[in-house]
């Protein structure tokens, strides 16, 4: 498969460009400037008003259909993204940060729009991020990319099978060439070859450019198997573009591949800090996230997270993503130590975090404007977004975990809730 | 625990109530009478207002928010389910069906309201509730119920430990009254011991009425707990109210607990409308179900379904729901056979449905007249709920793999999605 | 189920009875007493004949076939463990020891017979069970036991399911009956309901006596089903004893349910000890098994301990149990912290502890030979024996731990492996 | 890394060589010479002789040391596979067959020994293998290799991890290198690098000539990473041999990877075998074998498969092999079709085939003597092994589902066990 080499944008296994190294060691971040949001009057029109006049005067932006100044009425724009169409359903949406984040597509202060009915999330995602810009920016590094797309076919017998294996691994480079013809986006960086008796799954591995990529790896796997069963001497009895071997939409108990992007972030907490926003301290917060890795493990659930998917939900929401890839997103390795100074060590790392900020519903008028928020509306932006949302996951379960550490997660919840 | 057997419910195995047998035997649909959705002119604003008063006048209903002629400012209600708020997300939403249940709760035609930008996603979920309408109801029934908090409780070592628990165990009935003492809703109906070297974990279920429940039962154990950690001679040396063993948004490979409703259902497909509405035969969608169900497994994927998290993100995104859970609500077991008589049965059982038709987003004014089209807003209707949302995820599982097992579903995303 | 009640030997949630505290306060051991192994001359047959003595004399024991001197002629004895025998493997054994323990079933120290032919593994867990001895005895709680049959019913669909399955609750007093009526040590615990679409899966909860007792619990649940359907007026349109939902021989990612006995093990190791024997440091050791648990979450795997089944399988082998389990049984969950004083914290805790002391091959000359060595031939001691493999498996996770967190294990095993 | 490909011996994902589809097409297979062992007499010295004299007249063996005629007293030979010897454990074996096989690697009958003391095993396996014999050969085909080592480092901080990594990247070819230098037989064929926070795991790929490999890979492992230690300038603050990532002696629910070998098999049932030999119908087994997989799926359990792991188990123990692996080496996929003929397709494939003809017990008298009895001793022999287990496990799988589904089940270990 030498051939399929020189199309590899990035090696299949984790990777930091060296370039990196330099941008993070250098950044200097005067968060000090990074204003606080205006957080008096939450549940009237003054106090939304105080916030977006806060939010435009920051980012120079109009917001004007998030305010409900303007309303939707451009139907012709809804081709591609639904059928049926009778109206728009509205979520509640507010703000939380700024973020302070020095990652390898991402850096500074961020005020992050979240999108949801569930009291107390953006308080404490708030409070994450508080505790955060504190005490030192989030670092935050990408360390793989890659969409898949598994087509299947059945076979009369395994050695019927070899054969047509044999052809397909002599003809890579025809299938680079297709999905190049198919698709500007579209890179075919592997092709994986699993077999089970008479049955082959080819998984193939591309990436996707800005865009989350599903529909797109799907036209062209597609282009590709056509030119495989007219040409291929040897004929499946079955074949299907997708034999549910890629992940799409589904949660797998892995963090040694990749589905969108794959991004760890890091921070180091004062205790200071520990004390003074999370009202807890280094001993028991880590005891309750050691509490927690354990219970999950027991429990056998899937991610050692505490609630990334009530972050990502919101987020993607407000910004135009797939919310049905929620679940796969949201699954977490995290990660604390107490440091020889008594301060908190925490890591997260996400494998799966499939976001797009070109294509999907990222061009709706509220959508769009959530993610010009971020900066990240338009091509070249997916992976900054993905670090973004790695970063406001990471503030979300520190939050938590210190709630959770002293007592205070059931009051929050009386006081907060419903 | 005999004294917990009074606040039982339910039985803490899966269970049909005799009644249900009547009930589904003698449902006489006459769904000939539920009409069609309109679907011409799908991207204009006349296109719009002709299914808008379709539903209006099947329902009578208003629908005077979704269809964007009135504007939210009532800030004031904004109080318990979101801060630092500054304006309302819009996401696009349609209607499918209508959808023929012949559920233990929820019985007749309905016309379900999704909320999404993924093109070809109600087309499909639309085209599986017509050929389910032009086979058979689809059977459903709720087979359990339950929301869990896990409160941890960590000793000096595995003697304490004991000690702590048979003192628990000896005033089960306590905890009941406190129970009853903090929620008219939530009744406590068993709690699991779970002992690791020196870590116990108290699994308390609960019932939570027609609310999702996270809030209510996080308070009725807390205090639970401070009544053992007050009055219990023997002290552990670190507690948590949660220790991440609920499996709240959460996944795990599970079916055999519950999480909110478990709901089965059911359905045979006539091999005429396989033919006719499906595009292609019972020996192929039997072959592509058979291949994903196989490729799932493989995968070590969670869940054999092919995406029931897209029909359930975008009916949780419209009615109000956590939306948050759809990862763990999507968790699917799916079985399909060809029957004697050459039709397909198909059943899709899931375990962890936790929704709420009081309480959290429900009261908003689209997830309200969301609900409201489903004719569940309200007390006494989350069961009914539930069983929609499993029938919604049925439909849209068959006609997806009918799509990929006829080659249609590339041609559907190039042409429904971007 | 109230019918079934009675026949709870116990509770279905993990339980330490109160009789057990008193027994593990009052331990006084004089492992002073117990005497090393003699090490010397480990590759003759002089070497071979010191330990031999050594243990013979400690015990008052011939072990005349595991010494070779006997010869095993008695073919007779084969029926109902072999067929189509032509002779005896033979598999190298060793001892370990004494290994300490104050257990709620086994008390006092013990020499452990391992067969294997993987060098350094006897070793190092005599080196595990070196550390603890002279730290302090292993306690070890059994919190719960329990074998499972699930039987499995098609109908033709869930409605026929439902009535089939009130009638079956109907009759469980019945079924209790038929097991005590098929067996003096069978007893019925609790009967589980699982149904999925037209299929109910049966789990039915046993307990053996002292036989491991898988046949046992078949036989008794094809009395049940049998009775079941001569009886009942809801015919299945297919039926089968099981439906490989009860785990029996494989691997699931719980501990929360039973599988033989579940029992937890804990101890506390000095930290002169973790040098002296171990020879690494407290915070050295805690490094390495903190990255080890996490390697094996980020891995998938089920399990986070290093090698139980090293010490379990060379365990099952030298004491005639069933080997094929050796996987089930080793799912082990492990907890290390660092106390305070700066000694280790080590807990372990196994759910599938599936042993017997009667039956299976426990009778055979060497087997027999090997429980004896600890006290454990017969009636009475398949807790004993389930309480002393979880203490052999804590000693073989410490020795590894430490190895790995020091750089000795790549020496041990070119010194002592092949 | 393209320095690693030359030393690649095989591609890392599944493969079949072209030269074996000759080799499998023309193999012609004389069975009918192949003779039946006698098993008359079975639980008498006399049986027993009768099947000796068999075997030994048909494959011109000895088997002195099996049959008891000879004793072992080579105790020098015990150096690398014991410590604390005492004698032997003796474990009854008998032999199944013959097994006819049409594999990559091994072609022809096979008699197989099997050590166990689980009555009716045998008996179970054997039929098995009758029911192949008298519709086809069991074609199998070897996939893929590899053996792992995960060593683990801890840094400062992520970007201290990056620049590590870069120098890593760097020096690939020295590491293979090195290797070469270490051993004779391993080779290093790919480095994955895993990324969590501060903390990289290197997954060295290795093959391993005819051992299993488990010591040589920790040798070359610990050689590479003391020539890392010495020569990167950036330093770990921590790091270890192995990180548990690798999977050994673990239970992981992928068929993507390897451990060991990874094997397929698959063969077609004649539905009049079905009858004559396993006494039910291709509908009954289909209809079990569709139940199980659910059911293994419903209880979260890892592979499908019924029992492999008492094949394997029994196959391990006769054959010196590392018993301590059956848990991984057990997990299978199976797959069950009825064909237009109504012939039943069976398939399985299993990933972790961990086995070694050199190196471990295989050099013990009657490990040897097993070995021999499949031609399987000593170097260039591992993969034919591997085969013959599959082949093993394919055949004791159809037995059981066959007995579970037509009511034998129960009556045979009535009959046969205890």
Redesign the interface.
């Known amino acids: ?1 030498e051939n399929l080499i020189s199309n590899i944008s990035r ?1 299949k ?4 460009d ?1 370039s ?2 330099h941008k ?2 250098s950044y200097n971040p005067k968060h000090s400037q990074a204003e606080k ?1 205006p ?1 008096q009057d ?4 003054n ?2 008003k105080l ?2 006049n806060f ?1 435009r005067s920051q980012l120079n932006l109009d ?1 004007d ?4 100044e303007k ?3 451009n ?22 940060g700024p973020l302070v984040i020095n990652g390898s597509l991402a850096q500074g202060p961020f005020y992050v ?1 979240l ?9 404490s995602y ?1 409070r994450g991020a508080k505790a955060c810009r504190e005490s030192s920016p989030i ?1 935050v ?1 990408t ?1 793989q990319e890659g969409v898949q797309r ?1 087509p ?1 076919f ?1 076979f009369k ?3 019927e ?3 047509f ?2 052809w397909v691994l002599d003809h890579t480079e025809t299938f680079s060439a297709l999905t190049r013809e198919t698709s500007n986006y579209a890179i075919l960086n592997d ?9 082959l ?1 080819l998984r193939f591995e591309f990436t996707s450019g800005d865009a989350s990529g599903q ?1 797109m790896v ?2 062209c796997s ?1 282009r590709i198997c056509q030119y495989i069963l007219e040409n291929c001497p040897i004929k499946p009895v ?1 074949w ?17 591949r990749v589905r969108g992007k794959k991004v ?3 921070i180091v907490l004062k205790k200071e800090v520990v004390k003074s926003v999370l009202k807890t301290t280094p001993a ?1 917060l880590h ?2 996230w050691r ?17 990334p ?2 972050g ?3 987020l993607f ?2 910004c ?1 993503q ?7 997103a ?2 977490a ?1 995290t ?1 604390m130590e107490i440091t020889e100074e008594n301060d908190i ?1 925490f ?3 996400m494998s799966n975090m499939i976001v797009g900020t070109v ?3 990222t061009s ?4 769009r404007e ?1 993610l010009e928020l971020l900066g990240c509306y338009g091509a070249g932006k997916s992976g900054k977004f993905a670090e973004i949302a790695i970063a406001v996951c990471l503030a979300g379960e520190l939050s938590i975990l210190a709630a ?2 002293s ?1 205070q ?2 009051a929050a ?2 006081t ?3």
């Open positions: 498969m090696p296994h984790d990777y930091i060296s990196v190294f993070l060691e949001i957080d939450p549940y009237t029109l106090g939304q916030r977006l939010i917001l259909f998030l305010s409900g309303v939707f009425t139907n012709e724009s809804l081709k591609g993204n639904i059928e049926n169409y009778i109206g728009m359903s509205q979520i509640p949406t507010g703000i939380i729009p999108a949801t009915t569930e009291g107390a999330l953006l308080a708030n670092t590094v360390l598994t299947t059945k017998n395994v050695i099978l070899g054969k294996v044999s092709i994986g070859i699993n077999i089970e008796g008479n049955i799954i529909n799907t036209i597609d079955f299907t573009i997708e034999g549910n071997f890629s992940g799409d939409k589904k949660i797998s108990p892995l963090n040694t760890t972030a890091e028991l005891e309750q509490i927690c890795v354990s219970g999950a493990k027991k429990a056998g659930v899937v991610g050692g997270g505490m609630h998917s009530n990502l939900a919101a929401i407000a135009g797939d919310v049905a890839c929620t679940g796969e949201s699954v390795v990660r060590y890591a997260i790392t294509g999907g519903g709706f008028p509220t959508q959530c959770m550490s007592g997660f059931t919840h009386q907060l809730g419903r």
